[in-house]
């Protein structure tokens, strides 16, 4: 329930764009969702901490754009890795960091954070998974 109202804080925060979106910084071996889909081989954790779940929550429950890029893996790989997310971060206005052991020994996912907070400035709402 915190990691709602937090998240529900942020985006109800005036911003600059008419309908904020979400960017969810999640390691897909982290999801249920991606290991289901054969994104990755192997799943690590909950399914209620599933990044994916995640994104459909506050879609479906609080009306709030969400995007996570392992459910976009053609844009991904057209676009290639950092140049896709960086794209869609810019598009944000809240970082959900779906934080694991797993998310911080990936080199990509701890760049990826460091550049959603730390070089674009974005507020974050961390969720430990």
Request: with cysteine; proline share 2%; net charge positive.
């Amino acid at each position: 329930k915190s990691l709602v109202r937090g998240i529900q804080r942020a985006c109800y925060t005036p911003s600059k764009r008419r309908s904020p979106q979400v960017y969810i910084s999640g390691c897909a071996v982290n999801s249920h969702a991606a290991h289901k889909a054969g994104v990755v081989c192997a799943h690590v954790g909950t399914q209620w901490a599933d990044p994916a779940m995640i994104r459909q929550d506050l879609e479906n429950r609080k009306g709030r754009t969400a995007w996570w890029g392992a459910e976009h893996s053609a844009f991904l790989s057209q676009e290639g890795l950092f140049a896709g997310k960086a794209q869609a971060m810019a598009k944000a206005d809240i970082a959900v960091l779906c934080v694991s052991d797993e998310y911080e020994a990936s080199r990509i996912c701890m760049a990826e954070c460091a550049h959603a907070l730390d070089h674009l400035g974005m507020r974050g709402v961390v969720c430990k998974v």
